[in-house]
């Protein structure tokens, strides 16, 4: 069974740090999917991730893909308050799951 | 265009009465995806459609969950009876070729 681990749940982050958000897969998987979710909102599609060292950038956030170590990550570059949410990654292999989520706070 | 629409937006029902949810995906879209979200049990997939034929039904939790997609621009997620565990948000998404998936705004339900 497809298991999705995602780390840390919860970051709290000044306004100006990096910081990374870690998801790990068990099994193999055809692509890796990253979004966004304001409180009360749908859900924000961010990145799509097929291949092996798969790397996509938008503004302040980076993801890339390792299918060798089943791993995930979601930089964040220069934190700014309008980053704050939760942030899913899901993961598609014979079936799909998502993690359960890290909530994102950045501080002024 | 619109977006993914769905409707309705909230629905209150008792249990045992018969609920239909309503998608209108993205013109062009080939694929469908219905995901359902609660506290406990987080996000999940239930059911997705490629080119209106259902491809992974393996999510849906039990029979009393059915859903269709007469054409390219129309999905029903149907519940029949409803029981109070399946209040939650459930969200309706589109995508072209499984690249970005499109989300609608949901559908909150609760089953009193």
């Known amino acids: 069974e497809l298991k999705v681990e995602q780390n840390p749940l919860f970051l709290s982050m000044q306004e100006g740090k990096n910081y990374t958000i870690y998801c790990n897969y068990s099994?193999?998987?055809?692509?890796l999917y990253w979004y966004r979710q304001d409180p009360g909102k749908s859900l924000e599609s961010l990145f799509v991730?097929?291949?092996?060292?798969a790397v996509k950038q938008e503004g302040r956030l980076m993801a890339s893909l390792d299918t060798k170590a089943r791993l995930s990550t979601l930089h964040i570059t220069a934190a700014v308050h309008d980053l704050s949410a939760t942030y899913f990654c899901?993961?598609?292999?014979?079936?799909?799951?998502f993690g359960a989520g890290t909530r994102l706070t950045v501080k002024p | 265009d619109a977006g993914v629409i769905q409707s309705p937006r909230h629905e209150v029902t008792e249990m045992g009465q018969e609920v239909t949810l309503r998608c209108k995906p993205i013109?062009?879209?080939?694929?469908l995806f219905w995901y359902r979200q609660t506290m406990m049990r987080g996000l999940e997939l239930l059911i997705y459609?490629?080119?209106?034929?259902?491809?992974?039904d393996s999510g849906m939790p039990e029979d009393r969950f059915s859903a269709k997609m007469p054409n390219a621009s129309f999905s029903t997620l149907k519940i029949q009876p409803s029981e109070p565990r399946d209040s939650a948000v459930y969200f309706c998404?589109?995508?072209?070729?499984?690249?970005?998936?499109?989300f609608g705004p949901g559908t909150r339900l609760t089953v009193t």
């Open positions: 459609f490629n080119n209106n034929v259902p491809i992974d």
């Open positions: 991730l097929l291949s092996n060292g």
């Open positions: 099994t193999t998987s055809d692509r």
């Open positions: 013109s062009g879209h080939d694929y």
């Open positions: 899901a993961v598609s292999g014979n079936d799909m799951r």
């Open positions: 998404a589109s995508s072209f070729r499984r690249q970005l998936q499109y």
